[in-house]
């Protein structure tokens, strides 16, 4: 026995408003985040604490403790009231650049790398290889007016400590041992210039007591002088011995000569030398007073020598003129010049001659020897003067020598001194264990997080309805439920929302519409167009539900029915056992019709022959991926409906859209089944 549908009124024309396509909303990119985290988060959060953990323990055994040490070096000016302000600012930019260039060479190549060698004697162990490099970047070196501030941090205290002191110490070194290797340079020519001239004046004091003798200047001129005189009485004595002479000559006999003519002669000799010696005493008193006059309010030891020597010629001649007054004295008391008698002796002409050779004789030699004292004389001065000018430059080497060993530390503007040396720091400055095990927490509890964003940007599989929110303007999800494909509810929920949902175009009246009914994973839809078709029967619609997937493997009763449909060898609809309403295909012939000898003219045939007999068709049409004869079905139905499950793979979905959307004539809505409980379209969209 068969069941009849209930009568059912024609439907003339669709009610339902027509509304134009609608255009893609905007796309929020959060909300992409927020999509990809959904359902993760309490996952997420556990690996965030336990990887936070981790990452926090590791951070705080990671941070260290730093201990900071200060060493303060002071510059202070060679001049006084240098810092204050002075009409020569000149000054002043000098120290300020001293003080700058000081900063900088405390932090230079040489000074670090004395540091460094100080550091690996003091302390290996804790050195342990540091370079150049490392003590320069440890080591903060700034300046404040004319101090200069060093700065270290460590994590021993210790080694903060011995670090300020190598630099600090090199600093000092090499600043000492620069200042050495100038004054060194300077003293070093000017001690061997000193050597030089002590050397060559006790060369000329030797000269001087070759040259003198036992003899001073002052001796030697005195001597001088002297034989001079000598000289003058033996060559006024020759003079008379060769006038007696010739006189002797002349008369031959020499009994005639009387003495008396002989003393005239010797008194006139006597006169004539002393006008020499007199003319010879007024040019020395006239050279005597211009050297006077000459160095006139002056002190010089040269000077008072001269004198002294012309003052001794002057009384050597003062001397021969006193001798020559009191001869010419004697021979005028003798009566001499006046007794003009033929008395005396006869001197023998041979007496005269030995006399004239003896007088001769000791000319030459007082001669010699004066020339020879004058020679003497010459060199002893001209030594003297050499003595005096090396022992000038003697005095002025050593005079630079005490200017430059106590100008050795004034050369440069200034002087460094250490003011505060570096001590053991006690409390930590920074402690960056805490900062570290913080920064770990929150880095692990963020990479969790990225773990988990990443897992949910990279899902390939349909885990909530949402997922179709970037196409929701041509595939509308039309219902999300956490019931399975054959709960009658949902379906009559589903149904609802189909009569209500706008078309595209306008029904055409007298023809029954028909819903496909399909999927994008390799499954059947059956179920699900089967409750659809017997929800629209319990709302006293005549619904035909037609088993459309033929595929191969498909050998159900109702797949053979479509076939013979196909075919147009099938029979009239009956009604559905099992469900008041709902009818399905009669069965008719076998056929070997399957899924890849259907055309789309035989779907659209074969559905043309149903549709004025019902008034909703719903078809099965199978998956769109494996079934070749799907989009044939939803090219000739008015609605397709996509069926999908969490864990469909998202890439099959989306690549379905377009068909979805452009075969049906009012294109197709999406239903999700098995919603998961995270899903956030559960409860609107049910």
Not at 182 to 192: T, W
Not at 211 to 229: D, F, P, Q, R, S
Not at 452 to 464: I, K, N, T
Not at 529 to 544: I, T
Request: contains cysteine; negative net charge; proline residues 4%.
């Amino acid at each position: 026995m068969t069941l009849a549908a209930l009568p059912q009124p024609t439907v003339t024309e669709q009610a339902t408003p027509v509304l134009p396509p609608v255009e893609a909303p905007e796309q929020n990119p959060l909300a992409g985040f927020a999509r990809a985290l959904r359902g993760r988060w309490k996952r997420a959060m556990a690996g965030a604490a336990a990887l936070g953990a981790i990452c926090a323990g590791l951070g705080y055994l990671a941070g260290v403790q730093l201990y900071e040490a200060q060493a303060i070096l002071r510059v202070f000016p060679q001049e006084t009231n240098i810092l204050y302000s002075t009409g020569e600012a000149s000054v002043l930019k000098t120290f300020d650049s001293f003080v700058k260039a000081e900063t900088t060479y405390v932090a230079s190549h040489p000074v670090m790398s004395r540091a460094v060698d100080t550091i690996a004697v003091q302390d290996p162990e804790t050195a342990g290889g540091i370079r150049v490099s490392d003590l320069a970047g440890s080591v903060e070196i700034r300046r404040s007016d004319s101090l200069i501030i060093l700065k270290t941090k460590s994590r021993d205290p210790g080694f903060a400590q011995i670090k300020l002191d190598a630099v600090v110490s090199a600093y000092l070194t090499l600043k000492n041992e620069a200042k050495e290797a100038r004054s060194a340079v300077r003293l070093a020519e000017l001690y061997a210039r000193e050597q030089e001239l002590v050397e060559r004046l006790t060369d000329l004091r030797a000269t001087q007591l070759e040259v003198g003798g036992e003899y001073g200047m002052n001796a030697l001129a005195k001597a001088h002088i002297e034989k001079i005189a000598q000289i003058d009485g033996l060559a006024a004595r020759k003079s008379e011995v060769a006038a007696t002479l010739i006189a002797l000559e002349a008369n031959s006999g020499g009994a005639s000569a009387d003495t008396s003519d002989e003393e005239i002669m010797r008194a006139t000799l006597l006169d004539r030398a002393m006008a020499d010696l007199n003319f010879e005493r007024a040019k020395l008193m006239s050279q005597l007073a211009g050297l006077r006059a000459g160095y006139q309010g002056q002190n010089n030891a040269r000077f008072e020598l001269k004198v002294a020597a012309k003052l001794d010629e002057i009384a050597v001649i003062e001397k021969a003129l006193a001798d020559r007054r009191e001869q010419i004295k004697v021979l005028g008391q003798t009566g001499a010049l006046t007794d003009a008698s033929a008395e005396g002796t006869d001197t023998s002409l041979a007496d005269i001659r030995a006399l004239y050779t003896k007088v001769e004789g000791q000319l030459a030699n007082a001669r010699k020897e004066a020339r020879d004292l004058n020679r003497r004389r010459i060199e002893l001065d001209q030594v003297e003067q050499d003595i005096d000018e090396a022992q000038k430059l003697l005095e002025e080497t050593r005079r630079a020598l005490e200017v430059i060993r106590l100008e050795t530390g004034r050369a440069l503007p200034g002087y460094a001194v250490l003011m505060s040396p570096a001590s053991r720091p006690t409390n930590p400055v920074s402690d960056s264990r805490k900062m570290l095990a913080a920064a770990g927490l929150v880095g692990g509890a963020g990479l969790s997080l990225l773990i988990a964003l990443g897992l949910g940007m990279a899902e390939r599989r349909v885990r909530f309805a949402e997922t179709l929110s970037s196409v929701e303007h041509r595939v509308p999800v039309l219902q999300v439920s956490d019931a399975g494909s054959d709960d009658a509810q949902a379906a009559d929920l589903l149904r609802n929302e189909l009569q209500l949902r706008p078309l595209r175009h306008p029904r055409l009246v007298g023809k029954a519409p028909i819903i496909a009914v399909t999927c994008a994973a390799d499954r059947d839809t059956t179920e699900l167009a089967r409750a659809l078709a017997a929800s629209y029967a319990r709302a006293r619609m005549k619904a035909l539900f037609v088993e459309g997937d033929i595929v191969v493997t498909q050998t159900s009763v109702p797949a053979n029915r479509w076939r013979s449909v196909l075919s147009d060898e099938g029979g009239h609809p009956r009604a559905m056992r099992g469900s008041t309403g709902a009818w399905e295909l009669r069965k008719g012939p076998e056929s070997d019709i399957d899924d890849t000898s259907v055309s789309a003219p035989m779907v659209r045939r074969s559905l043309d022959k149903l549709v004025g007999d019902f008034d909703v068709i719903v078809v099965s049409a199978g998956s769109l991926t494996d079934r070749l004869a799907s989009k044939f079905v939803l090219s000739a139905s008015d609605v397709g409906v996509v069926e999908m499950y969490p864990g469909d793979a998202k890439d099959a979905v989306l690549s379905q859209i377009d068909c979805l959307d452009t075969l049906p004539r009012n294109g197709s809505v999406a239903v999700m089944r098995n919603a998961l409980p995270a899903d956030p379209w559960l409860s609107v969209r049910t």
